[in-house]
């Protein structure tokens, strides 16, 4: 209950029929927009997988999957997925998606782990996405044109939610501002890594942080990143390292950074290998998406995940994601939401 943040005067800007009304005019466009300019198809994707085949995001490598043993498979265990980064993919091989196109699916999660707060919850959804590309996409110009795609669909749907509701102001500015993680660092040394996430997001509105998952000049990462997808350790044309990020705004209502894209390049055989070892998790190399990467098997690519239920609070000016999804809350929380104007699912 410590985190959970109380907009002082909070009311909804709209009804309960309205928001599911809106939730939906979110989810259809938001998905053709940036289905149109990734040139994604979109694909079914598993809720779980097999244990055992590195196929799971294991996130920041502490995060318990949930599981489940399958009766008439042996008692085998399946996990539910944390993310479908490797899966998809392992799908563009499977689908044999040449450069230029990819897919996307609707993924849902559950992270029994989650500190549960106005913006985190037991389940997660989001839409997952791949794309192949070629070895001379490898590269930071790359990376920024695929962001500022992302980020313009972004735009064009909050312009929608105003046309369609005027009395939802937009707020996002024009252009996402692009910056490495250790130049964030050397801006605010004596600031935690969500504290400067903060200070960035408030003086340019929206920004694309670079360089998510090596260690950074204090010796110490920005964030955790699983090893085996994103490429956070090979160096880029700006003289720093690491070809992945996270999209995050800044937002006034609850008074901080929100991150609402997980995204980047992904590992080469080079960059599996060298992160592999700098995380002490060489013991992977035996399981079966990595024999399939490292025998290139799977086309080189560049994905990531958007947060449905997190950009449907922001474009709707939600106070707390529960107003959003319907998962389970502590009772607590979900009185002193009541009392604060927070009415959850």
Not at 150 to 155: G, P, V
Not at 175 to 191: A, C, G, Q, T, V
Not at 274 to 301: I, T, V
Request: hydrophobic fraction near 40%.
């Amino acid at each position: 209950m410590s985190k959970l943040v109380k907009v002082e005067g909070y009311k909804p800007l709209l009804s309960p029929v309205q928001t599911e009304q809106g939730i939906k005019l979110i989810k259809e466009f938001f998905q053709v927009n940036l289905s149109t300019a990734l040139r994604l198809r979109r694909v079914t994707a598993p809720l779980f997988v097999l244990r055992g085949l590195g196929i799971n995001d294991d996130l920041n490598g502490v995060e318990r999957p949930v599981t489940f043993p399958i009766k008439d498979m042996g008692e085998q265990i399946a996990e539910v997925v944390h993310s479908l980064a490797k899966w998809k993919r392992m799908m563009l091989a499977e689908y044999d998606i040449e450069p230029g196109y990819g897919l996307y699916t609707d993924m849902n999660a559950i992270r029994g782990d989650e500190e549960l707060d106005n913006i985190h919850s037991l389940y997660v959804d989001q839409w997952d996405w791949e794309r192949t590309i070629t070895a001379a996409d490898r590269n930071l110009d790359f990376l920024k044109k695929i962001v500022r795609d992302i980020y313009a669909a972004i735009l064009r749907t909050e312009y929608l939610v105003h046309e369609t509701y005027p009395h939802i102001k937009p707020f996002l500015p024009e252009e996402i501002h692009f910056i490495h993680s250790e130049e964030l660092r050397r801006m605010y040394p004596d600031m935690t890594p969500k504290e400067r996430e903060d200070a960035i997001c408030k003086e340019y509105g929206a920004v694309f942080i670079m360089g998510i998952g090596g260690k950074l000049g204090d010796g110490e990462p920005h964030d955790g990143r699983a090893p085996d997808y994103d490429d956070w350790s090979t160096p880029n044309s700006d003289g720093f390292f690491g070809l992945n990020g996270d999209i995050m705004i800044w937002y006034p209502l609850l008074g901080r950074a929100l991150e609402l894209s997980s995204m980047g390049i992904r590992v080469d055989k080079e960059a599996l290998l060298r992160q592999l070892k700098l995380a002490g998790k060489e013991d992977r190399l035996n399981l079966y998406f990595h024999k399939k990467l490292l025998n290139d098997e799977m086309p080189l690519s560049i994905g990531g995940g958007i947060g449905q239920s997190r950009l449907c609070m922001v474009l709707l000016q939600k106070a707390h994601v529960g107003e959003i999804q319907a998962s389970i809350w502590p009772d607590d929380m979900r009185r002193e939401c009541a009392k604060a104007g927070m009415p959850l699912i």
